[in-house]
């Protein structure tokens, strides 16, 4: 099953692969830019601003499609009783760790310090 946040991710993926797509054939594909007439249509002009706003708006989608890519593709996270209740068993069981840690730290042999022989 899919949660609601992955869900959206894959639409945000999605959407922004498409635009992107589709905003590169529009740009590169299609005839001339506002019915131009008489003059080149596709002027130097013309694409000193295009080439710039592309590669900014396909930059743009890119990092939407990252990002929904990264939502769709992380697991939930566990609800918050799940969390708490594990924190309380290890709460129970740590004094029993102590116990067995205290044990251990009694029966090795107390080091010299660097001065003493």
Same mark, same amino acid.
């Given at each position: 099953?899919?949660?609601?946040?992955?869900?959206?991710?894959?639409?945000?993926?999605?959407?922004? !692969?498409?635009?992107?797509?589709? /905003?590169?054939?529009? =740009? =590169? /594909?299609?005839? &001339?830019? =506002?019915?131009?007439?008489?003059?080149?249509?596709?002027?130097? &002009?013309?694409?000193?601003?295009?080439? $710039?706003?592309? =590669?900014?708006? !396909?930059?743009?989608?890119?990092?939407?499609?990252?990002?929904?890519? @990264?939502?769709?593709?992380?697991? $939930? $996270?566990?609800?918050? *009783? %799940?969390? @708490?209740?594990?924190?309380? *068993?290890?709460? &129970?069981?740590?004094?029993?760790? %102590?116990?067995?840690?205290?044990?251990?730290?009694?029966?090795? $042999?107390?080091?010299?310090?660097?001065? *003493?022989?």
């Amino acid at each position: 099953m899919v949660g609601k946040d992955q869900a959206i991710g894959g639409i945000i993926f999605t959407v922004c !692969i498409i635009v992107g797509i589709l /905003y590169t054939i529009g =740009l =590169l /594909y299609f005839g &001339e830019p =506002l019915g131009a007439s008489g003059k080149a249509a596709w002027g130097v &002009e013309f694409w000193l601003i295009a080439i $710039p706003v592309f =590669l900014a708006f !396909i930059a743009i989608m890119a990092i939407g499609a990252w990002i929904g890519w @990264t939502m769709a593709t992380t697991p $939930p $996270p566990k609800p918050i *009783e %799940e969390i @708490t209740s594990e924190i309380e *068993e290890k709460a &129970e069981e740590k004094p029993a760790e %102590e116990a067995i840690t205290e044990v251990k730290e009694a029966e090795k $042999p107390e080091r010299k310090k660097k001065g *003493e022989k």
